[in-house]
């Protein structure tokens, strides 16, 4: 179910921690198997539990605690919008539904081209910045108004009509 690449990388983690301190490696192969698969599985939760002999519900634990591991299949681009109660009273909320209605989605939903995935998400540490949003948990979006949000959609939406092109 894992690449071989992919184990590899695991033992690569894995060497950075002390021997009998493997499971300190749990986020990383977490990361990986994300990276490959595009989502954590329960079975894939079950691997890394036997990799770094770890109890199943400790590596579910992690896999639900932080919104960065997603537990289903997600679009190509995952927009994670900032509802915390500082970002909430800078239209962060207002920006959420905005995105509900552009994309044709409740929060937490894909959208039917299977490009979008809409998430709320807690505090991203830029409430100064609000209304913030992550991209595929790794690009930190700021002061995101209605003309920035239609920018990044429609961006986001050329990027991936270029990459699909790219492929035919």
């Known amino acids: ?15 950075k921690y002390p021997a009998d301190q493997k499971q300190s490696a749990v986020m990383a192969c977490l990361a990986i198997v994300q990276e490959q698969d595009g989502h954590v599985s329960q ?30 299949p997600v679009g190509k681009y995952k927009l994670n919008v900032c509802t915390n109660l500082p970002c909430q009273l800078r239209d962060g909320s207002k920006a959420l539904h905005y995105l509900e209605q552009k994309l044709g989605v409740t929060m ?39 003309d ?6 429609d961006g986001l939406r050329a990027a991936a009509g270029a990459s699909g092109k790219d492929q035919a």
């Open 108 to 146: 937490g939903g894909t959208s039917a081209d299977g490009l979008f995935t809409l998430q709320q998400s807690e505090c991203l540490g830029a409430c100064a910045d609000s209304p913030v949003m992550l991209v595929n948990d790794r690009t930190m979006c700021s002061f995101m108004s209605q």
């Open 43 to 72: 079975a894939s939760e079950q691997l890394v539990a036997d990799y770094l002999g770890m109890a199943p519900i400790a590596v579910h634990e992690v896999t639900t605690f932080y919104n960065m591991y997603n537990q289903q």
């Open 148 to 153: 920035k949000l239609d920018q990044l959609i």
């Open 1 to 15: 179910m894992i690449s071989e690449a992919a184990r590899i990388r695991f033992d690569r983690e894995v060497a």
